[in-house]
C-alpha cells in the first residue's frame, strides 16, 4: 500500500520541493491522488540539460502551473540557452508573485553563443521579488521606473550592463536591501560601480 499518499498536501508538497521541476510535474503520473499537487508546488527548479524539449517543457509547465505564490523559481542554463524567450518565463515569475529568482547561464559572452538577455518587466514588476540571484545574462535598459520595494538580497555575477547610469538606478531602487554581491567581468559596460547607502 502506498502510505506516501496518505500524507496531507502540505507534506506532500514540501516533499516535492526538493526535487527537479521534471520530476515534479512527472508525479503526476503516480496517481489521482498526485495528478493535481504539482501544480502548486512552492519551488520549482529548472536545469536544462540540453535536450532541445527542455524550453517548450518549461513554458508549458509555467503555464499550467497554480499556486498563486510560487517561493523559489530557479533557472540553470546551459551555453546553448540564449534562443530561449526567457520573457515568458519571467512574467510567469510576476504571475505568481516569486520571491527568490535564480537565473544561472552557462553564457560567455565572448563565445559567439547569444546571450540571455533578461526583459525589462523583471525589474519593472517584480514587487514581492525578496531574492534575487542572476549569472551570466544581459541587462537592457529602462525609461519606466526601476521597482524592487521588497528585494534584500540582489547576486550579480558576471552579468553585462547597459551603462553605469543603469547600475546607479538599479541599486537606488533597491530600498530594503541588506545584501549585495557583485562579480564583476572586464568587458560589463561599467567603469564606475556606483553604490549609494542612505543611513
Known sequence: MDHISEFPDALLLSILSFLPA???VATMVLSKRWQPLWKMAPKLIYDDDSNENYPRFVDRSLLLHEAPVIKTLRFNLGRKSGAVDIGVWTRAALKHCVHKLIIKTGCSFDSGAAPVILPRSLYTGCSMLVK???EG???V???????FPSLKKLSLKW???PSDEFVERLLSSCHVLECLVVKKRQDDNVNIFTIKCLI
Open 22 to 24: 521534471k520530476d515534479v
Open 132 to 134: 534575487l540571484k542572476i
Open 137 to 139: 545574462v544581459v541587462l
Open 141 to 147: 535598459d529602462v525609461t519606466s521606473p526601476i521597482a
Open 159 to 161: 552579468v553585462k550592463y
